[in-house]
């Protein structure tokens, strides 16, 4: 008796295939990847910082996918694509801060809780529990987790990025990284340690570092 389930696709596969296609100049896989990650990418910048509001994260979602068409050649898939996203977002968004704040110098900014505790609770949060993203309540402590994030191995920061930042649950995770579930949850917690003892030495003695 035959079997006539449909196979399940591999998502790593199917990105490595767009990112192929998309190397070999083919319009229509351009816009599967753009439409399938620039929300990821918008929603990742915009909870970066509290100083960026919508505009300010179109801005930076531009420039990172412009650098994204200037640089998937030099893409090694040594990460999942979505990882080496998130690291060209997070830069250009720490240029882009760093430029506002030149201009700004002085003005005010509208802050907001990434718990969704004020007006803007509107933004979907699927991942409850404390962790990095609960610290970026301003610009200043958003580049301390960012150093802190920057000084561990490409493992841990990868699974606490693709958890905190790209806002996936474990079992997405699971799916990027193939691996098992629990074992998700086992190595986002021992990466969580390893994050606090950084921070706890780049952070401030008055600001506190909990996961």
């Known amino acids: 008796m035959s079997d006539h389930r449909a196979p399940v696709s591999d998502p790593g596969k199917v990105d490595a295939d767009l990112i192929e296609r998309c190397r070999q100049g083919d319009s229509d896989a351009w816009d599967a990847l753009f439409d399938k990650y620039y929300p990821v990418a918008a929603r990742f910048v915009f ?3 509290a100083d960026f509001c919508h505009e300010d994260t179109e801005e ?13 050649g030099s893409f090694q898939g040594k990460s999942s694509f979505q990882t080496w996203l998130l690291r060209i977002a997070a830069n250009k968004a720490m240029d882009f801060r760093g430029k506002s704040r030149a201009e700004k110098r002085g003005g005010s900014f509208v802050h907001f809780s990434l718990d969704g505790a004020d007006e803007r609770e509107q933004i979907d949060l699927p991942s409850r529990g404390p962790g990095p993203d609960a610290l970026l309540a ?7 987790v960012r150093q802190s994030l920057d000084q561990l191995d490409d493992d841990c920061r990868e699974i606490i990025e693709l958890r905190y930042y790209g806002d996936l649950s474990y079992a997405d995770i699971a799916e990027e990284l ?9 190595r986002l917690s021992k990466c969580l340690d390893r994050l606090s003892v950084i921070a706890k030495k780049i952070f401030p003695r008055e600001h506190s570092f909990a996961v």
């Open 47 to 49: 909870q970066l910082s």
């Open 60 to 72: 930076i979602c531009q420039e990172t996918f412009f650098a994204v068409v200037r640089n998937l």
């Open 138 to 144: 301003n610009a200043e402590t958003c580049r301390l």
């Open 178 to 186: 193939q691996l098992n579930p629990k074992t998700v949850s086992s």
